[in-house]
């Protein structure tokens, strides 16, 4: 197993945003983490990723604890996170950006930048050019002088999705990669996260659209109220009472029962 998460809880007050969750991601598979607005799907994100610190249980990568670890650690881990939000450099180019995401890897040290050493000047190309696969890879290439923050939400998706590529993740975690995009984009983007799978990458993804979900994903977490409530396959999860009444009950019309 690739991620395994036990117990996982984190409170706000007092509040149980997440609650004693169990979680097993599978390598090189899809798994969709659903469940009505403010079941805890992003909080669980970010615990995964370190923004938050859990409040209880124990977060296992690649058979290394990494519970509480911050998010700098656990992007060298090999996990790395998109956000609901994109949230690049407004004032960086989009090659800067992603560029951003090479830090990481980075093996000159501070030295090495200060007084422009052969090692720093390799490490710049090689870092270049792999942002520059990566913004190709997503399909954003030609936009690699363009101010990140003049594209439109479409755009910013895929560059922040290509920065998350160059911190060479095992995991990536994907926060509602079709918010705000629509049916065509939406399929655009589950043609590239199936791409992403195709590297080796294994793909977490939260999502609200239904179509997607079911599409990309091999299993399927259902949370509610913070508490896991079903695992399964789109099919199993489709046809889950629980999951259904946790749907219907739920007072959005935005969240979509998976029909
Ligand atoms: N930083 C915070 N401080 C206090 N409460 C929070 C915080 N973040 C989330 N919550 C609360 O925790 C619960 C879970 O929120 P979370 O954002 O994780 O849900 P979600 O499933 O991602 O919702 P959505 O689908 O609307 O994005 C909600 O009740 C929310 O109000």
Do not use: W
């Amino acid at each position: 197993m690739l991620l395994e998460v036990r117990g996982l809880g984190k409170k706000f007050g007092g509040l149980d945003a997440v609650k004693g969750v169990d979680l097993d991601v599978p390598e090189g598979q899809v798994t969709a983490i659903i469940g009505p607005n403010g079941a805890g799907k992003s909080t669980l994100f970010n615990l995964l990723a370190g923004f938050y610190r859990p409040t209880s249980g124990t977060v296992t990568f690649e058979g290394k604890d990494i519970t509480g670890m911050k998010p700098h650690r656990t992007v060298r881990e090999g996990i790395a996170r998109t956000f609901q939000t994109t949230k690049l450099f407004d004032d960086a180019t989009v090659l800067d950006n992603v560029l951003a995401g090479r830090v990481v890897r980075s093996k000159s040290n501070a030295l090495d930048a200060v007084f422009h050493t052969p090692r720093h000047r390799r490490d710049e190309r090689a870092s270049k050019a792999r942002a520059m696969e990566e913004l190709e890879f997503v399909g954003a290439a030609h936009l690699r002088d363009r101010l990140a923050s003049k594209l439109p939400q479409e755009a910013q998706k895929r560059v922040s999705m290509a920065q998350a590529l160059a911190t060479e993740p095992r995991l990536l975690l994907l926060d509602e990669p079709a918010a705000g995009t629509n049916d065509e984009e939406t399929e655009a983007f589950g043609l590239l996260i199936r791409q992403i799978v195709a590297r080796g990458i294994t793909v977490c993804l939260v999502e609200h659209k239904m179509s997607m979900v079911m599409n990309l994903a091999d299993q399927i977490v259902v949370l509610d109220h913070g508490q896991r409530i079903a695992t399964g396959t789109p099919a199993q999860i489709k046809s889950d009472p629980l999951v259904i009444e946790a749907y219907l009950g739920a007072n959005t019309d935005q969240a979509g029962a998976p029909a």
